[in-house]
């Protein structure tokens, strides 16, 4: 009889002695909320309001709220076509620098309440919020503290009005999955000037919405990506050194992030799916093509990124049907280049598994479930695994992902391939992963694959891989660096244009280069002349608004007609990509200078 219970307890032994510690979190880790968003990969971003109607892209403060009247407009549409593109989520601009308010904010004058719609008993937010639940999205908010309406601006006082417009927006309408903070504060040096309280704006948000993802240059939750175009940098750390001031916060600091940071915030890919942010006819032939936009998802989702895709209703109040088409042939495309995984039946084997356990092996990486991972000994930091596949196979994206609970490791890794002769070729070498990394590599077929992690800050902890085939979009990724952005800086140097002859002018247009190369005038002095030597100022302050992220044409309609011939704008500040000063005019980069008549 005391036999078997001898068998019982040396087999509890065993077990006891088999159980493994799973790898204990690396530095600074992501709160669950942000996990979740992590996850969501593609959400709508939808600019709405008065600039709808004036094709502003910032609006001054001083539109009629009579403006906002759309015809058709249908939340349910919007939600429809987000959740047919494969979206999951939508956050719409409940306030824009011009301070008119999507709902009625009873702390404004400025809203929804004052204008025609709907008898002025409208409600955008309401309606959104209920269309995002009947579809299964979820709903954001962005909400920009700039105000170029409201009389408290710039004084004590503007800080707690502020707080009483987050407290309408986010304590009515249901679950808030993003609070979406811009951090402008445009107004000039002669202009009204704000100290955000931001501990204040931040401690009311998690008050109403305690899971909410706050997104601004440093987060809390999730940061700006550090440019309008939807790229986030080849190397992209979660992480991110945040300092108290909350300054200083270079492009190149927001693109990449860094490793060893003291806050976990994510980057952000926001980008219009047209040149500007709200919905202008003159743009319905210039939304962006398939490839554009799947070149942006490579660089967003596929660089540990969350893409942000704006779509702005137009003056209807519906998505138009150009973009919806566009959306419609995204989705078509990302099914067909994701929807078989070539590395489905494939053996992964790595040279260590940490403890030698099964819970921790290689092949998890093929398993779908999130939170199955491979993991190493605590030891080691460089390690390989080879993927052999069933039989040779074609492919050129390579998915690969970390436990981000876990925290952000690797910081560089190379993928081999299996060449006949039995000797490995490099096909790929990168830096880091986090939660999701898309590598674009050359058509390759080959039975097996090996990837090779260089360097991680403590042991890799990997929890997905896969193969696809791409025939829709050619990548010229390799090779590729990220940009480097210049500073604003002073200039003088003026560009004169000659019309030929004395015109009536109503205004003019500014077009810098493609991708604002060369630079570009952010604010101006425009004087025009009739024989080109004696000249009369027409304005000295013309702001180009939001110029430096969205370099794009901007008009500018004189408050009276001038008689001219000649037009001389000179630059007061100009963003240079060397960050020079007093350069010659034609490395601002001014593709163009015509004419309003």
């Not at 219009?272 to 490839?291: A, D």
């Not at 390690?383 to 925290?407: A, C, D, K, M």
């Not at 080109?532 to 027409?538: C, I, K, P, R, Y």
């Amino acid at each position: 009889m005391k036999k078997p219970v001898i068998i019982m307890l040396l087999a509890m032994s065993l077990v006891a002695c088999s159980v493994v510690d799973a790898p204990a979190p690396y530095g600074v880790t992501p709160s669950a909320s942000q996990v979740e968003w992590q996850k969501m990969e593609y959400n709508m971003f939808m600019h709405f309001g008065p600039n709808t109607f004036t094709g502003a892209e910032w609006g001054s403060g001083q539109e009629k709220a009579e403006l906002f009247n759309p015809t058709e407009m249908d939340c349910r549409q919007w939600a429809s076509i987000a959740k047919a593109a494969g979206m999951k989520g939508i956050i719409i601009t409940a306030k824009h620098h011009d301070g008119f308010c999507l709902w009625p904010n009873p702390v404004s004058r400025h809203t929804v309440a004052q204008s025609p719609w709907r008898d002025g008993k409208g409600d955008v937010l309401k309606d959104l919020s209920e269309a995002c639940r009947e579809y299964g999205l979820e709903f954001g908010v962005y909400i920009s503290p700039w105000d170029r309406n409201d009389p408290h601006y710039g004084t004590d006082e503007y800080n707690d009005v502020f707080v009483k417009t987050l407290e309408s927006a986010l304590g009515n309408y249901g679950h808030v999955f993003e609070q979406w903070f811009d951090g402008a504060c445009g107004e000039g040096p002669n202009g009204k000037v704000q100290v955000y309280d931001w501990p204040l704006y931040h401690s009311t948000v998690y008050k109403l919405q305690p899971d909410a993802i706050i997104f601004s240059d440093d987060g809390p939750g999730c940061r700006w990506v550090g440019n309008e175009k939807g790229q986030a940098g080849r190397t992209c750390w979660s992480t991110m050194k945040i300092n108290e001031d909350k300054k200083d916060y270079s492009r190149k600091m927001l693109n990449e992030g860094t490793p060893y940071g003291n806050a976990w915030v994510a980057a952000e890919s926001d980008v219009s799916i047209r040149p500007g942010w709200f919905w202008r006819e003159s743009e319905n032939s210039q939304v962006k093509s398939l490839q554009h936009l799947l070149k942006i998802y490579y660089e967003s989702v596929g660089r540990n990124s969350l893409f942000l895709l704006n779509v702005p209703p137009d003056t209807r109040g519906l998505i138009h049907e150009v973009d919806s088409l566009r959306l419609m042939e995204l989705r078509a495309a990302l099914d067909e280049i994701f929807s078989e995984d070539l590395a489905e039946g494939a053996v992964v084997e790595a040279d260590n598994v940490r403890g030698g356990a099964r819970r921790f092996r290689a092949q998890n990486m093929l398993d779908k479930d999130y939170d199955k991972y491979w993991a190493v000994d605590d030891s080691l930091t460089t390690v390989s695994f080879t993927v052999t596949l069933p039989e040779q196979r074609t492919f050129n994206r390579i998915q690969i992902q970390e436990y981000i609970p876990l925290g952000q490791r690797v910081a560089a890794f190379t993928i081999e391939a299996l060449k006949e002769d039995g000797s490995w070729e490099q096909i790929a070498r990168e830096t880091t992963i986090g939660y999701k990394r898309i590598v674009q590599v050359p058509e390759t077929t080959t039975s097996a694959l090996r990837v090779n992690i260089l360097e991680s800050f403590a042991c890799p902890v990997l929890n997905g891989f896969a193969l696809f085939m791409d025939n829709v979009y050619v990548s010229d990724e390799a090779g590729a660096t990220p940009e480097t952005p210049g500073l604003i800086k002073a200039a003088s140097e003026p560009v004169i244009a000659d019309i030929g002859e004395e015109m009536t002018l109503k205004g003019f247009a500014y077009t810098p280069k493609e991708n604002g190369e060369g630079g570009v005038i952010v604010t101006c002095r425009l004087e025009v002349s009739v024989d080109g030597n004696t000249w009369s100022l027409v304005k000295d302050d013309i702001m180009f608004d939001n110029i430096v992220n969205n370099p794009i044409t901007q008009k500018v309609v004189f408050e009276a007609p001038v008689q001219a011939r000649y037009l001389r704008v000179t630059p007061i500040r100009v963003e240079t990509g060397s960050g020079a000063v007093g350069v010659p005019s034609s490395t601002y980069g001014v593709a163009d200078i015509s004419l309003l008549l």
